[in-house]
């Protein structure tokens, strides 16, 4: 057995020893994987046997945890000593308490220099910045608007921003990248970001526990609010109702105001009347698919981020047969590089074709997690608001597990937003309610064809 190389040792430091483990990993894996999946990793610091080490994104971390977790656990062992622990710390997020090996960070905010930035959690993902949005023709309004209004918040005309587009063509990452410079720009600004289902969660949890001014409030102090995909207010007439006055507060206030959408505001049906005019009252920006030439920038770009070099043949034909959607594209490179590293496949031309035929071909669907848990409820016959309660009733925690399955099967929402959704549970109750899906599909045909009955329907309705 080999001996820990810092044993006993009275003073650590943390990029000495990150540097030794990555010396050991770099034997176990290909180059490509290390390149990809341990390069970007960052240590912070390092305090008895517990080392900290900061990842670039959730997704990264969700991989790593998947994926490679006996071989860190084995080498931080094997270079520090036994008792070794690695505390992960992701990028938009920043750990409350020292937690044992691989268990992700519950608490979620930006990571900042303490001294200078309002103490509370403002979502603002540091990785999306104007320096890695790529600009095109069918995004030269909304990014030039985001622009000015980083330089100048609240005092342009642009209040409220309301970007809208499709899904994947970057509208989180623009509004997001307003976000970052401004807290920047400004320290002593308070901005927060958040999607509009959280929002509404929220509120729900205000009401339980008679928080309602407190939650109102807190928004109401914003200097910049930034407020995603808020389409899926619709039909939430309370929540609607909330937001129209906090937006009033911030808008009479001179704060500035950034949205979100799908559609247009006109588009947006069943959305209060007052909501939609005050819409319109700053800049409506659209975002369109991007052309040949911005995605194969794009690809470029995401390569870069993973420290690789494709023939240009290669990025041509991936933006030529993959058009409309930026996440696709990202997509694309990520299962090239999951299929290469870990199936030991030869990233070659026949690869390429092979993963873009899988990922243009499939049937881009337009599924929620609501909408998710709403045919489930209806098919098993139970009430939605149960299925949020704590209740371990047999026939509800079923209903609950099917849907939290289906909703990371068919969403690309994070384990933490699924849980949110069904009453506040922690991402590790989702991974469990997955697995024992997964577990009973494969044992059971009844179960098998039940989730496959509910997943046909909900298929239907999204058509």
């Not at 008895?48 to 071989?71: A, C, R």
């Not at 309004?141 to 970007?163: C, K």
């Not at 505001?265 to 005050?278: E, Q, Y």
């Amino acid at each position: 057995m080999q001996e820990a190389q810092y044993s006993g040792s009275l003073v650590l430091n943390s990029e000495k020893v990150w540097e030794d483990c990555l010396t050991n990993i770099k034997r176990n894996v290909s180059q490509m994987t290390f390149n990809t999946w341990f390069l970007p990793i960052k240590p912070i610091d390092i305090n008895n046997s517990t080392l900290k080490v900061l990842l670039p994104s959730q997704f990264f971390w969700e991989w790593i945890d998947e994926h490679y977790n006996s071989l860190i656990h084995s080498t931080i062992t094997s270079i520090i000593g036994p008792g070794a622990n690695l505390t992960y710390v992701i990028a938009e997020e920043k750990e409350e308490k020292n937690e044992p090996v691989f268990i992700k960070q519950e608490k979620a905010v930006v990571k900042a220099i303490e001294s200078e930035k309002p103490a509370f959690e403002s979502f603002i993902n540091p990785r999306y910045t104007f320096d890695n949005f790529i600009k095109g023709e069918g995004n030269q309004l909304a990014r030039a608007a985001a622009g000015a209004i980083g330089d100048n918040p609240g005092g342009t005309s642009f209040n409220p921003l309301f970007v809208y587009g499709g899904v994947g063509l970057g509208k989180t990452h623009l509004v997001q990248a307003v976000g970052n410079k401004i807290v920047q720009k400004f320290p002593f600004k308070r901005a927060v970001y958040l999607s509009s289902d959280i929002f509404t969660i929220e509120f729900v949890e205000a009401i339980q526990s008679n928080k309602v001014n407190e939650f109102s409030n807190f928004y109401r102090s914003m200097d910049v609010l930034i407020l995603d995909d808020i389409q899926f207010l619709i039909g939430k007439e309370k929540t609607q109702d909330l937001f129209f006055h906090i937006f009033n507060t911030l808008h009479q206030s001179g704060k500035q105001i950034i949205l979100t959408s799908d559609k247009p505001p006109k588009d947006l049906k069943g959305m209060d009347d007052r909501l939609i005019s005050r819409f319109q009252w700053g800049l409506s920006a659209d975002i369109q698919p991007p052309d040949f030439e911005t995605r194969i920038a794009i690809l470029r770009r995401k390569a870069d981020d993973f420290g690789l070099v494709f023939p240009t043949e290669i990025f041509e034909y991936i933006a030529s047969h993959i058009i409309s959607n930026i996440r696709e594209l990202e997509g694309c490179l990520i299962k090239l590089l999951a299929n290469a590293s870990l199936n030991s496949k030869k990233l070659d031309f026949d690869l390429v074709k092979t993963t873009v035929k899988e990922i243009a071909t499939s049937r881009q669907l337009n599924f929620t997690i609501e909408n998710i848990t709403s045919v489930v409820c209806k098919y098993l016959n139970i009430g939605e608001d149960k299925i949020r309660d704590k209740t371990r009733k047999k026939e509800v925690v079923l209903a609950r597990q099917i849907a939290m399955h289906l909703s990371k099967e068919l969403t690309r929402s994070s384990l933490k937003t699924i849980g949110l959704h069904f009453g506040g549970r922690d991402h590790s109750t989702v991974i469990h309610a997955c697995s024992s899906i997964d577990s009973a599909i494969a044992s059971d045909d009844s179960m098998k064809d039940l989730v496959k009955k509910i997943k046909d329907k909900i298929e239907l309705d999204s058509v």
